[in-house]
C-alpha cells in the first residue's frame, strides 16, 4: 500500500513540521528523499536525523531554487515526487495588514510555490506527482487570515490549471487542505503561550473532531497521493481537517 520503493522526491520546508513527517513516512515507504529549507544549519540537521539529502533554497529568491535544480540534477538526475510544502503563517486583522507581510506571505505561499514548480519542471519524470500543500483557510473566512487564505486560495486555483497542463506529460497535481495541525508553525507567528493556548482551544472548539491533526496524518495523505495508488487521481483537492470544513454552526 503507497509503495514509494524506487521514486525519487524533493519536499520542500522540510525540516520541520509536516514537511519533515512525510519526509520521515516517505523514506520508510522506500524512497530516496531530499528536503529543502532557508536555514543551513536547520535543513543538515533535519537531513542527518532522517537519514536523507539536504538542500538549502530560500522559494523567495528564484536564484535559491536554481541551484536547487542544480544540486537534483547531480545527485538524484530527475525525481518522481515535488511535494511544494515550504509556507508560512502570519496574521493580521484588515486595517493593519502591511506591504511587507503581504509581500512575504504571496512570495512563499504562491509565488515560491509557482517558481518551485515552473523550475524543477525540467527534472520530473513522465507520470510525476506534484502535492501542492494548501489550508482550508482557502475557504475559510477566519479572523487575521486574509493575506493567508488568499495565498492558498490562489494556489488551488493554480493547481487545478497545472493539472490540466500537465498531463500531457502524465504528471498529476493535486492539494492538500489541512485543518489546523500541530506543528512549529504557530509558534513562528510571535504570539505568546497564552495566546497560542487560547487560540488553540478556540480553534478545537469548532473542530468536530475536537483536536489538532498530527503531522504524520497529514503525511499518510500526502503518500497516498504520491504513490501509483493515486495513478487517476489528479487535479483534485483533499480536505483533512477532523470536519472543520462541514462549517457545522454547532460542533457539538
Ligand atoms: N500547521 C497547520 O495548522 C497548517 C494548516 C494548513 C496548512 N498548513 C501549511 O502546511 C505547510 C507546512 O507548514 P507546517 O505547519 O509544517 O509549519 P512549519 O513547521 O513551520 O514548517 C514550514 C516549513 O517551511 C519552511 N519555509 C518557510 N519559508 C520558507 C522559504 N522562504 N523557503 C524555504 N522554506 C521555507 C520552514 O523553514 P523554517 O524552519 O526556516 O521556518 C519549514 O521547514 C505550510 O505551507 C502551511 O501553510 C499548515
Known sequence: MNDLKGKKAVITGGNSGIGFATAKKFAELGAQVMITGRSADKVS?????????????????????????????????????????????APAPIGQISEEMFDQQMGINFKGAIFTIEKLLPVLNEGASIINLSSINAYTGMPMTAVYAASKAALNAYTRTAATELAPRKIRVNAVNPGPTETPIFEKTGMSQDELGGFAQALQANIPLKRFAQPDEIASLVSYLASDDAAFVT???????GG?????????
Not at 244 to 252: E, F, Y
Request: no cysteine.
Open 45 to 89: 540537521s533535519a537531513a542527518e536525523s532522517l537519514s536523507v539529502t539536504g538542500a538549502v533554497a530560500d522559494v523567495q529568491d528564484l536564484s535559491q531554487i536554481d541551484n536547487l535544480v542544480d544540486q537534483i540534477k547531480r545527485e538524484f538526475g530527475t525525481i518522481d515526487i515535488l511535494f511544494v510544502n515550504a509556507g508560512i503563517f
Open 235 to 241: 487535479g483534485a483537492e483533499f480536505n483533512i481537517d
Open 244 to 252: 472543520a470544513n462541514i462549517n457545522p454552526i454547532l460542533a457539538g
